[in-house]
């Protein structure tokens, strides 16, 4: 049977039984990449100590997920659109099981980094595939409600892993549950994966596919965003930003993209990343937003429980509480821009409110000091958490509404890409901007020892040596202003951030997201069902939709 698939305004749309199953399960995977991402954070200083490992091994068995899952993305959408949908969203899971077995089964560091980095791209691959299968399922009115979804199962999982991790680092089970813990989600997305991605797709012979693949860009992508990402991760703690170890693989990795920006325009016949996807400047404005949107997220996921623990003396446990204000505003937040954009088809209002707000947030975080009551930070954090929240939607629509529905799998993928580029940009950038402000703020206190300075190269390890010190004592208190006033800084900059983030969204350009739906992969219903969604005519102007097509999908 084959039935004409399309969507517009005034049409309804009838999610069935198998969709809903499917971002059951999706929402699941989102959940557990979530929480792993975010529950280490409060235990690597534990971690460090029950493996003998250094402070810059801790910190890279945080920033080694983000490396691994930046750098995967836009392999997963390739392979996604060459062996489907099911088949590569299944070996992703695959390789976040064995990250989180590895990971848990470690006994050194050197295999811990291993673990968390094949599970890096086990969650690459389950954030990037989400956001292609809305945008496959989904109709683009339609599609904020049901990222919303998404994004709630994610701030879920961010809100709780704090909280997991330092329950787990407190109590007397071991930190190794944090691993264990995503074994029966990882369990249940193995086996219902198959069972309900059941979707249909262009037979294409797997040599045909295949020979089509652009090998000499990917390699170029990997080599390059590798060589590129890895420097800033270790800059000011392991090597100084001036040392060769930091700026040669940080020059080497600027030209290889430099020269894979080059190589996919003119010379790929098949690229990983096509080069026309950026000639919207629509799509352009809000790539840069995801970016943006991430360095400020990761900067707060990271640094604000830190603040907890190391300005206001509280316990993991209680740090991971202290982070609900912000996270828990999040996902009501975008649920509710999702279902305001789906009903007025709109979507810049949200842009252009929530960076204003966001940086406004940003900016009063730099009230909070070693002495800020309980009341005041709850609600000083609620104000960013409203603004993140409501970029969150808001962002990919824009991006979907302008992008060229030929690259639309890519161009949603580069919607996650580039805000985990921005994740891992942003723990850097918040890195380099402490250990700054508390080096000055040291050398004014010649009363501080040379040990408090060398923990200085590191938020985390810092922390430690402040818990270190006797309560009370004048050391302890004058570290811990220290260490307020310092992230105080961190939150100043990331405000200037969100501004940043406002002067691009100007550039945004109104798209209906009344448009016609068009799928490369979408479900396989049995003929008995209901046509979920009746056909009108493409309101958007003929320039706009040139290479846009309804599909005719035959469904078995």
């Given at each position: ?250 020059i080497l990795g600027v030209a290889g993209l430099a020269g894979f920006a080059i190589y996919e325009s003119m010379v790929a016949s098949q690229p990983l990343v096509p080069i026309v996807i950026f000639n919207n400047r629509t799509v352009s404005a809000n790539y840069i937003g995801c970016f943006l949107h991430g360095v400020i997220m990761w900067s707060v996921v ?132 402490f250990q700054n402000r508390i080096k000055s703020e040291f050398q004014d206190h010649v009363e501080l020892g040379k040990t408090a300075q060398d923990f200085a190269q590191d938020a985390s390890s810092l922390v430690q040596y402040i818990k270190s010190l006797p309560v009370g004592s004048d050391e302890r208190r004058l570290i811990e202003d220290l260490y307020a ?72």
């Amino acid at each position: 049977m084959t039935i004409d698939v399309h969507d517009n305004s005034g049409d309804v749309f009838r999610p069935n039984w198998q969709l809903k199953c499917i971002f059951a399960v999706v929402g699941l995977l989102n959940f557990v990449a979530a929480l792993d991402a975010t529950s280490i954070s409060v235990s690597l200083p534990t971690i460090s100590n029950d493996l003998g490992g250094t402070a810059t091994e801790a910190f890279w068995a945080g920033t080694s997920f983000l490396v691994a899952s930046c750098v995967c993305q836009p392999l997963f959408s390739l392979s996604s659109d060459i062996f489907g949908r099911k088949f590569a969203l299944w070996t992703a899971v695959v390789a976040f099981t064995a990250g989180s077995i590895t990971a848990g089964l470690s006994h050194a560091f050197p295999q811990m980094l291993v673990g968390r980095s094949i599970q890096g791209v086990g969650g690459g691959g389950i954030i990037a595939l989400t956001e292609v299968l809305i945008a496959d399922l989904i109709p683009l009115k339609e599609r904020g409600k049901w990222f919303s979804i998404r994004s709630g199962t994610w701030a879920l999982g961010t809100v709780t892993g704090p909280l997991i991790g330092g329950g787990f680092t407190q109590s007397s089970a071991s930190w190794r549950w944090i691993f264990w813990i995503n074994l029966p989600f990882c369990g249940l997305g193995l086996v219902l994966v198959p069972i309900f991605l059941r979707l249909k797709r262009e037979s294409v012979p797997l040599r045909e596919s295949l020979a089509k693949v652009d090998y000499v860009g990917c390699a170029l992508f990997v080599a390059s965003l590798t060589s590129f990402l890895i420097p800033l991760t270790w800059g000011g703690i392991m090597y100084e930003w001036s040392s060769w170890h930091t700026l040669v693989p940080l020059i080497l990795g600027v030209a290889g993209l430099a020269g894979f920006a080059i190589y996919e325009s003119m010379v790929a016949s098949q690229p990983l990343v096509p080069i026309v996807i950026f000639n919207n400047r629509t799509v352009s404005a809000n790539y840069i937003g995801c970016f943006l949107h991430g360095v400020i997220m990761w900067s707060v996921v990271y640094y604000l429980p830190l603040y907890y623990e190391g300005a206001l003396g509280y316990s993991p446990v209680i740090a991971g509480v202290s982070v609900f204000p912000e996270s828990l505003t999040v996902a009501p937040i975008s649920v509710t821009v999702g279902i305001i954009s789906a009903k007025t088809g709109s979507y810049r209002w949200a842009l252009w409110s929530g960076w204003p707000i966001s940086a406004l947030g940003l900016g009063i975080l730099y009230l909070l000091d070693a002495h800020t009551s309980i009341a005041k930070w709850v609600f000083l954090n609620l104000v960013p958490g409203i603004g993140l929240g409501i970029l969150y939607p808001s962002v990919m629509l824009a991006v979907q509404a302008a992008a060229n529905t030929k690259y639309l799998s890519i161009s949603v993928t580069m919607t996650a890409f580039f805000r985990v580029l921005g994740q891992a940009v942003g723990v850097a950038i918040g890195g380099v901007v402490f250990q700054n402000r508390i080096k000055s703020e040291f050398q004014d206190h010649v009363e501080l020892g040379k040990t408090a300075q060398d923990f200085a190269q590191d938020a985390s390890s810092l922390v430690q040596y402040i818990k270190s010190l006797p309560v009370g004592s004048d050391e302890r208190r004058l570290i811990e202003d220290l260490y307020a006033k310092a992230l105080s800084v961190v939150w100043a900059v990331m405000c200037g951030v969100a501004v940043l983030g406002l002067v691009f969204s100007l550039l945004t350009k109104a798209y209906t997201l009344n448009q016609t739906f068009s799928s490369k992969q979408g479900l396989e219903v049995q003929a008995s069902e209901p046509v979920d969604v009746e056909a009108k005519t493409d309101s958007r102007p003929e320039s706009q939709i040139s290479e846009a097509t309804t599909v005719v999908g035959t469904f078995r």
